[in-house]
C-alpha cells in the first residue's frame, strides 16, 4: 500500500514554506511559516505519551467541555484543551458577538477587502473568546443544487469566487490568531439524507468544480478541514483515503489536519488509515456523553495491534500541532471564557458591525429599476409590507439556532449561525429615515394580501419585504427539512406581492433569500417598478437597505449565481438516494452550455450610475501542458504563478458615485475537450467617483488557464485559442481578446 503521510512525516522533507504575500492588507499576520511549525512540532511530539496522543486527535465527548468540541490537554507540552466552535458567521451559543453577512451575502459583494475584513474579525472574536478553531469557512455545499439547504453558509456556485472568498476569509481569521476549518469536503451538497447519501463525483468534475475551492483554502494555509457526513464515490467522506490522502494531502499538500464532522467517522482503524486526524466530537452524540467513542482507547489498541501504524498516529498528532503553532496560539492564547450549553453574554463585537454594515449594503443587487424609481427622493408616502419588513415577535433569536421563519431573515438556520446582538429590521430603518424626510410610513407587518393591500394603497411608494429561508436538516421549519422544495418565497410571498401591485404603481420588491428564487410572477409587472436583491445580510440589514434605497450609496453588489425563469432550467435536483449526477455544467455553466436564457444572469447588477468599458490589452500567456512544479499547499507550484495579465480601463460615465465589479470569463480552446463555454477567472471591485476611471488588472494564473486531464492526472494548459472576455456579468461582455498557447 502506497502511504501518503510520507511527503509530512520528518520536517525535513517539508518543502511548503510559501504564505501568500499580503503585506499592504492592514491586518497583523500572527501566522510563522509551516516548516517552522513543524520543527516545533516535531519537538513537542517526542515529549508525549501514546496517551496524550490519543487525547489530542479524540474529542472529550459530546457536550463534555464549554465549546461544542473540545480535546485533552498535554499538560507536558503546554499544549491546552482545544475549543472547537462554529461557526461561518459568526459564533454559536454566545450572546454579544457580530452577526456578520452570510457567506453568500458576502459573495454577493463581490468586495475582496471586506470579505478579508469580515475574516479579521471573526478570528479577532473568536480568539477573544478562546476559540482555537472556528468552524469554517465553507466550500461544501459550494451549490450544485440551488435548492441546498446550507448553501447560503457558503459563498458561490463559482468554484472561482468561492475559492478567492475561502482564501480571503482563512487568511483574515488566521492572521487574527484563530485556526480556520474549511468544511465540508468534500460533495456535501445536500441536506436529505446527508448521513447515507454517496456522492459519486467524476475525477474531473471534482478537480474542476467541487476540489476547487478547497485547493484556495490549502493554499491559503487552512490549519484544519473538515470532512463531512456523505459517502464519496462508495466511501465515506471522514474514511476515504482516496479523498483524504491522494487529493488532499498528497495532491494538495495540505499539512494541516483533518478532522471529522460530528458524528461523520464509522470506524477506528478505516478512519486513522484513510487520513482523518481528529474524531469529533469523540462520541457518539445520538446517545450522548460518552458512549460511541471510535477512537480514545480503542485507537491505542488499534496502535498496539499494528492495526494502525504508531507513525500515522504521530502524524494525526504532528498535524494539530503544527496547525496551533502556525497560527501563534503557543503564545499567551486566551482559555474559552463561555459555555456553549448555556448561553451566555460576552461583549467581543467591538466596532465589527461597520464590516456588516458595509456588507448589508454592498451586497445588495439592484435587479429592476424602472424609470430610476430608485433611489428614493423624499416620497410623501411609503407603506411597508411583509412579516420580512420586521423583527419577528419573539424576538430575532426567538429560536434555538434560528429555526424558524417569523419576522426579518437575516441568516438561514442551523449549526452556521450566531446569536444577533440586535437585528435593524427594514421597517425600523425605514422609519428613521422617513422621519427626516417628513415622510409617512404606514405599516402591515404580516403576510396577509388583503391587509397589505390596503396599507398600500394611498402611499405613494409600497416596499413588500418578501423572503425564502432554509438551513441544515437537524431542525425542519414549516415543514422544510432542510434543503428547500421549490424556489418560490415562503408565506405566499408572490401573493403579496401580486396584491400589493395592484393597487399601488410604485411597489418595490425587497427580497431576503438563501439563495435563486424564481422571480417570474411579477417580475415583468409595470406596477413592480424595482426588485431589491437583499440577501442575506446580518444584524444591520436594515440599515444597508435604506442605504441603497435612498442612494447614500449606489448599488454594486451582483448576483453569485444564476436567477432562473423555471427550476428545471438548473437541470439539479435532491438526490432521494445516492447521486450520480454530477457534470462541469452548473448554474451559468450550464445555462451558457445548453443556450439557457436566465431571468438575470450570474454576475448581474445594477447602478445607479453608468461603466463604460475600454482599452483591453493582454499581456504574457502559459506554456502549454501540464503543470509539473514542486509540491506547495494547494497543489503543484507552477499553478499558481501568474502567467498572463489582462487590463481594461473602466470609467463611470454616470452621474454618480458608484462602484463596479469587472468580471473576467475564460474561454477555453476546442483542443480542451468538452470545456464550460466561459468560466469566472476574474474580478476586481473598483469604487469610482462620477466621470473617473480606473484600471481593472487581473492576474490570471496557470490553474485559470488549465483544465484537469483525469488520464494524465495533471493540471493541462491546452493550446489554441483562449477566449478572454471582460464584461460587467457573465452575459454582458464589454471588451474580447485572446491568448493564443
Ligand atoms: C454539524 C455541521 O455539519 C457542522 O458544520 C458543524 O460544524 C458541526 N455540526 C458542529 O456543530
Given at each position: 500500500?502506497?502511504?501518503?503521510?510520507?511527503?509530512?512525516?520528518?520536517?525535513?522533507?517539508?518543502?511548503?514554506?510559501?504564505?501568500?504575500?499580503?503585506?499592504?492588507?492592514?491586518?497583523?499576520?500572527?501566522?510563522?511559516?509551516?516548516?517552522?511549525?513543524?520543527?516545533?512540532?516535531?519537538?513537542?511530539?517526542?515529549?508525549?505519551?501514546?496517551?496524550?496522543?490519543?487525547?489530542?486527535?479524540?474529542?472529550?465527548?459530546?457536550?463534555?467541555?464549554?465549546?461544542?468540541?473540545?480535546?485533552?490537554?498535554?499538560?507536558?507540552?503546554?499544549?491546552?484543551?482545544?475549543?472547537?466552535?462554529?461557526?461561518?458567521?459568526?459564533?454559536?451559543?454566545?450572546?454579544?458577538?457580530?452577526?456578520?453577512?452570510?457567506?453568500?451575502?458576502?459573495?454577493?459583494?463581490?468586495?475582496?477587502?471586506?470579505?478579508?475584513?469580515?475574516?479579521?474579525?471573526?478570528?479577532?472574536?473568536?480568539?477573544?473568546?478562546?476559540?482555537?478553531?472556528?468552524?469554517?469557512?465553507?466550500?461544501?455545499?459550494?451549490?450544485?443544487?440551488?435548492?441546498?439547504?446550507?448553501?447560503?453558509?457558503?459563498?458561490?456556485?463559482?468554484?472561482?469566487?468561492?475559492?478567492?472568498?475561502?482564501?480571503?476569509?482563512?487568511?483574515?481569521?488566521?492572521?487574527?490568531?484563530?485556526?480556520?476549518?474549511?468544511?465540508?469536503?468534500?460533495?456535501?451538497?445536500?441536506?436529505?439524507?446527508?448521513?447515507?447519501?454517496?456522492?459519486?463525483?467524476?475525477?474531473?468534475?471534482?478537480?474542476?468544480?467541487?476540489?476547487?475551492?478547497?485547493?484556495?483554502?490549502?493554499?491559503?494555509?487552512?490549519?484544519?478541514?473538515?470532512?463531512?457526513?456523505?459517502?464519496?464515490?462508495?466511501?465515506?467522506?471522514?474514511?476515504?483515503?482516496?479523498?483524504?490522502?491522494?487529493?488532499?494531502?498528497?495532491?494538495?499538500?495540505?499539512?494541516?489536519?483533518?478532522?471529522?464532522?460530528?458524528?461523520?467517522?464509522?470506524?477506528?482503524?478505516?478512519?486513522?488509515?484513510?487520513?482523518?486526524?481528529?474524531?469529533?466530537?469523540?462520541?457518539?452524540?445520538?446517545?450522548?456523553?460518552?458512549?460511541?467513542?471510535?477512537?480514545?482507547?480503542?485507537?491505542?489498541?488499534?496502535?498496539?495491534s499494528g492495526q494502525v501504524q504508531q507513525s500515522r498516529l504521530d502524524d494525526?498528532?504532528?498535524?494539530?500541532?503544527?496547525?496551533?503553532?502556525?497560527?501563534?496560539?503557543?503564545?499567551?492564547?486566551?482559555?474559552?471564557?463561555?459555555?456553549?450549553?448555556?448561553?451566555?453574554?460576552?461583549?467581543?463585537?467591538?466596532?465589527?458591525?461597520?464590516?456588516?454594515?458595509?456588507?448589508?449594503?454592498?451586497?445588495?443587487?439592484?435587479l429592476k429599476n424602472t424609470d430610476k424609481v430608485l433611489p428614493l427622493k423624499?416620497?410623501?408616502?411609503?407603506?411597508?409590507?411583509?412579516?420580512?419588513?420586521?423583527?419577528?415577535?419573539?424576538?430575532?433569536?426567538?429560536?434555538?439556532?434560528?429555526?424558524?421563519?417569523?419576522?426579518?431573515?437575516?441568516?438561514?438556520?442551523?449549526?452556521?449561525?450566531?446569536?444577533?446582538?440586535?437585528?435593524?429590521?427594514?421597517?425600523?430603518?425605514?422609519?428613521?429615515?422617513?422621519?427626516?424626510?417628513?415622510?409617512?410610513?404606514?405599516?402591515?407587518?404580516?403576510?396577509?394580501?388583503?391587509?397589505?393591500?390596503?396599507?398600500?394603497?394611498?402611499?405613494?411608494?409600497?416596499?413588500?419585504?418578501?423572503?425564502?429561508?432554509?438551513?441544515?436538516?437537524?431542525?425542519?421549519?414549516?415543514?422544510?427539512?432542510?434543503?428547500?422544495?421549490?424556489?418560490?418565497?415562503?408565506?405566499?410571498?408572490?401573493?403579496?406581492?401580486?396584491?400589493?401591485?395592484?393597487?399601488?404603481?410604485?411597489?418595490?420588491?425587497?427580497?431576503?433569500?438563501?439563495?435563486?428564487?424564481?422571480?417570474?410572477?411579477?417580475?415583468?409587472?409595470?406596477?413592480?417598478?424595482?426588485?431589491?436583491?437583499?440577501?442575506?445580510?446580518?444584524?444591520?440589514?436594515?440599515?444597508?437597505?435604506?442605504?441603497?434605497?435612498?442612494?447614500?450609496?449606489?448599488?454594486?453588489?451582483?448576483?453569485?449565481?444564476?436567477?432562473?425563469?423555471?427550476?428545471?432550467?438548473?437541470?439539479?435536483?435532491?438526490?432521494?438516494?445516492?447521486?450520480?449526477?454530477?457534470?462541469?455544467?452548473?448554474?451559468?455553466?450550464?445555462?451558457?452550455?445548453?443556450?439557457?436564457?436566465?431571468?438575470?444572469?450570474?454576475?448581474?447588477?445594477?447602478?445607479?450610475?453608468?461603466?463604460?468599458?475600454?482599452?483591453?490589452?493582454?499581456?504574457?500567456?502559459?506554456?502549454?501542458?501540464?503543470?509539473?512544479?514542486?509540491?506547495?499547499?494547494?497543489?503543484?507550484?507552477?499553478?499558481?504563478?501568474?502567467?498572463?495579465?489582462?487590463?481594461?480601463?473602466?470609467?463611470?460615465?454616470?452621474?454618480?458615485?458608484?462602484?463596479?465589479?469587472?468580471?473576467?470569463?475564460?474561454?477555453?480552446?476546442?483542443?480542451?475537450?468538452?470545456?464550460?463555454?466561459?468560466?469566472?477567472?476574474?474580478?476586481?471591485?473598483?469604487?469610482?467617483?462620477?466621470?473617473?476611471?480606473?484600471?481593472?488588472?487581473?492576474?490570471?494564473?496557470?490553474?485559470?488557464?488549465?483544465?484537469?486531464?483525469?488520464?494524465?492526472?495533471?493540471?493541462?494548459?491546452?493550446?489554441?485559442?483562449?477566449?478572454?472576455?471582460?464584461?460587467?456579468?457573465?452575459?454582458?461582455?464589454?471588451?474580447?481578446?485572446?491568448?493564443?498557447?
Amino acid at each position: 500500500m502506497r502511504s501518503y503521510i510520507l511527503p509530512l512525516l520528518a520536517a525535513a522533507t517539508l518543502k511548503v514554506t510559501a504564505l501568500p504575500a499580503n503585506e499592504a492588507k492592514s491586518e497583523k499576520r500572527a501566522v510563522i511559516d509551516w516548516t517552522t511549525a513543524y520543527q516545533k512540532a516535531n519537538a513537542s511530539l517526542a515529549k508525549l505519551s501514546v496517551g496524550d496522543k490519543v487525547g489530542i486527535v479524540t474529542g472529550t465527548g459530546w457536550q463534555l467541555g464549554n465549546c461544542v468540541g473540545n480535546t485533552k490537554a498535554a499538560g507536558s507540552i503546554g499544549f491546552p484543551s482545544l475549543c472547537l466552535q462554529d461557526g461561518p458567521l459568526g459564533i454559536r451559543y454566545v450572546n454579544g458577538v457580530t452577526a456578520f453577512a452570510a457567506g453568500v451575502h458576502a459573495a454577493s459583494t463581490w468586495d475582496i477587502d471586506l470579505i478579508r475584513e469580515r475574516g479579521n474579525f471573526l478570528g479577532a472574536e473568536a480568539k477573544q473568546l478562546g476559540i482555537h478553531v472556528q468552524l469554517g469557512p465553507v466550500a461544501g455545499p459550494l451549490g450544485k443544487n440551488p435548492m441546498g439547504g446550507r448553501n447560503w453558509e457558503g459563498f458561490s456556485p463559482d468554484p472561482y469566487l468561492t475559492g478567492i472568498a475561502m482564501a480571503e476569509t482563512i487568511e483574515g481569521m488566521q492572521a487574527a490568531g484563530v485556526q480556520a476549518c474549511a468544511k465540508h469536503y468534500i460533495g456535501n451538497e445536500q441536506e436529505r439524507n446527508r448521513e447515507k447519501m454517496g456522492s459519486n463525483i467524476p475525477d474531473r468534475v471534482m478537480h474542476e468544480l467541487y476540489l476547487w475551492p478547497f485547493a484556495d483554502a490549502a493554499h491559503a494555509n487552512a490549519a484544519s478541514f473538515m470532512c463531512s457526513y456523505n459517502k464519496i464515490n462508495g466511501s465515506y467522506a471522514c474514511e476515504n483515503g482516496g479523498i483524504l490522502n491522494k487529493l488532499l494531502k498528497d495532491e494538495l499538500a495540505f499539512p494541516g489536519y483533518v478532522l471529522s464532522d460530528w458524528n461523520a467517522q464509522h470506524t477506528t482503524t478505516g478512519s486513522a488509515n484513510g487520513g482523518m486526524d481528529m474524531t469529533m466530537p469523540g462520541s457518539n452524540f445520538d446517545t450522548g456523553g460518552r458512549t460511541g467513542v471510535l477512537w480514545g482507547s480503542a485507537l491505542q489498541s488499534a496502535v498496539q495491534s499494528g492495526q494502525v501504524q504508531q507513525s500515522r498516529l504521530d502524524d494525526m498528532v504532528r498535524r494539530i500541532l503544527a496547525a496551533w503553532y502556525l497560527v501563534g496560539q503557543d503564545q499567551g492564547y486566551p482559555t474559552a471564557s463561555f459555555n456553549s450549553w448555556r448561553i451566555g453574554s460576552s461583549n467581543v463585537g467591538g466596532n465589527h458591525k461597520t464590516n456588516v454594515r458595509a456588507m448589508a449594503r454592498d451586497g445588495i443587487v439592484l435587479l429592476k429599476n424602472t424609470d430610476k424609481v430608485l433611489p428614493l427622493k423624499k416620497p410623501k408616502s411609503i407603506a411597508v409590507i411583509g412579516s420580512d419588513s420586521v423583527v419577528a415577535p419573539k424576538g430575532a433569536n426567538g429560536c434555538a439556532d434560528r429555526g424558524c421563519n417569523d419576522g426579518t431573515l437575516a441568516m438561514g438556520w442551523g449549526s452556521g449561525t450566531a446569536e444577533f446582538p440586535y437585528l435593524v429590521a427594514p421597517l425600523d430603518a425605514i422609519k428613521s429615515q422617513a422621519q427626516k424626510d417628513g415622510t409617512t410610513v404606514s405599516a402591515s407587518s404580516n403576510d396577509n394580501t388583503g391587509q397589505g393591500a390596503s396599507a398600500a394603497q394611498n402611499a405613494e411608494v409600497a416596499i413588500v419585504c418578501i423572503n425564502a429561508d432554509s438551513g441544515e436538516g437537524y431542525i425542519t421549519v414549516e415543514r422544510v427539512a432542510g434543503d428547500r422544495p421549490n424556489l418560490d418565497p415562503w408565506h405566499n410571498g408572490n401573493d403579496l406581492v401580486k396584491a400589493v401591485a395592484a393597487v399601488n404603481k410604485k411597489t418595490i420588491v425587497v427580497i431576503h433569500s438563501v439563495g435563486p428564487l424564481l422571480l417570474e410572477p411579477y417580475i415583468d409587472n409595470p406596477n413592480v417598478v424595482a426588485v431589491v436583491w437583499a440577501g442575506l445580510p446580518g444584524q444591520e440589514s436594515g440599515n444597508g437597505l435604506v442605504d441603497i434605497l435612498y442612494g447614500a450609496a449606489s448599488p454594486s453588489g451582483k448576483l453569485p449565481y444564476t436567477i432562473a425563469k423555471q427550476v428545471n432550467d438548473y437541470g439539479t435536483s435532491i438526490a432521494a438516494g445516492d447521486d450520480s449526477s454530477w457534470d462541469l455544467f452548473i448554474d451559468y455553466r450550464r445555462f451558457d452550455q445548453q443556450k439557457i436564457e436566465p431571468r438575470f444572469e450570474f454576475g448581474f447588477g445594477l447602478s445607479y450610475t453608468n461603466f463604460t468599458y475600454s482599452d483591453l490589452a493582454v499581456d504574457g500567456k502559459p506554456s502549454a501542458g501540464p503543470a509539473t512544479g514542486a509540491k506547495i499547499p494547494g497543489g503543484a507550484k507552477d499553478l499558481w504563478d501568474t502567467v498572463a495579465t489582462v487590463t481594461a480601463k473602466i470609467t463611470n460615465s454616470g452621474g454618480v458615485a458608484g462602484a463596479e465589479v469587472p468580471q473576467l470569463y475564460i474561454g477555453m480552446p476546442s483542443s480542451a475537450p468538452q470545456a464550460p463555454p466561459k468560466q469566472l477567472r476574474g474580478f476586481t471591485k473598483l469604487k469610482l467617483e462620477a466621470g473617473a476611471g480606473g484600471t481593472a488588472t487581473f492576474a490570471l494564473k496557470r490553474r485559470d488557464l488549465s483544465y484537469w486531464d483525469s488520464g494524465r492526472q495533471q493540471w493541462v494548459v491546452p493550446t489554441g485559442d483562449f477566449t478572454v472576455s471582460v464584461g460587467a456579468s457573465s452575459r454582458d461582455i464589454r471588451l474580447t481578446g485572446k491568448i493564443t498557447v
